[in-house]
């Protein structure tokens, strides 16, 4: 194999390693249920995805017909304490993910997640898919007290994960702002949670499968 020119790759969780839209979406379902508001198709919930659970919440309760604050502090902890009863029902790595994952091992990368998702679901999440052990450092949107697009996070994950070169891979505007706001190369995943065309990110790379990944990096400029 040829040599891959970074010693950490970072990656972002829902959208990016994990298609997490299904148990999403059966939360924000439940929630928005308890006031009679219809459900969403899955495919639905993807632009209302990467900002949060709040923001998740907001968005599907202004797609269905509205809401005020009281509406909104209702019914948060109703979608927060089903999505953590219920946290791996349908979310599986996107395809050519594990592979991906064994080559980068193989030649010797580290590999590290920082999301926004809260650590309350993130830690059970990767524990629940059983690929906890493979990643040196798990940042979560509440680790650091601060979220992407800030850099604090990425910088957290880097200095958790050992320290190195790093490229960080993700699916939304954070993920590719905050890897610019901390200094870092970046990639776009074509099949995530996209509000909008992935070449609207800006990244410096995109990918549209997770086979692209390894040979993307092995002719990355060192």
């Known amino acids: 194999m040829s040599s ?15 298609d997490t839209s299904g148990d999403l979406a059966a939360a924000v379902n439940h929630a928005i249920g308890t006031i009679g508001r219809p459900p969403f198709p899955v495919a639905a919930i993807h632009p209302f995805v990467g900002k949060g659970a709040k923001v998740m919440l907001e968005r599907a309760l202004d797609a269905s017909g509205g809401y005020d604050a009281e509406t909104l502090a209702t019914l948060l902890p109703i979608l927060l304490d089903y999505y953590e009863q219920n946290l791996a029902i349908h979310s599986i790595p996107y395809p050519g993910l594990l592979d991906a994952m064994d080559a980068l091992t193989d030649a010797g990368v580290t590999l590290a997640i920082c999301t926004n998702k809260a650590e309350r679901f993130t830690i059970p999440l990767m ?7 493979r990643f040196a450092a798990i940042v979560g949107g509440d680790t650091v007290g601060v979220a992407k697009p800030d850099p604090a996070p990425i910088h957290a994950m880097i200095e958790r994960a050992g320290g190195g070169r790093t490229i960080f891979v993700g699916d939304t505007i954070n993920d590719i702002a905050g890897a610019k706001n901390a200094g870092i190369a970046n990639i776009a995943v074509g099949f995530g949670f996209l509000d909008g065309p992935v070449e609207n990110l800006e990244a410096d790379a995109v990918i549209q499968h997770f086979d692209e990944l390894v040979p993307l990096l092995q002719r990355w400029p060192a």
Do not use: N
Request: hydrophobic share 45%; aromatic share 14%.
């Open 4 to 18: 891959i020119p970074f010693d950490i790759v970072g990656f972002d969780l829902d959208g990016t390693l994990f």
């Open 127 to 133: 524990h629940q898919i059983g690929l906890s052990d």
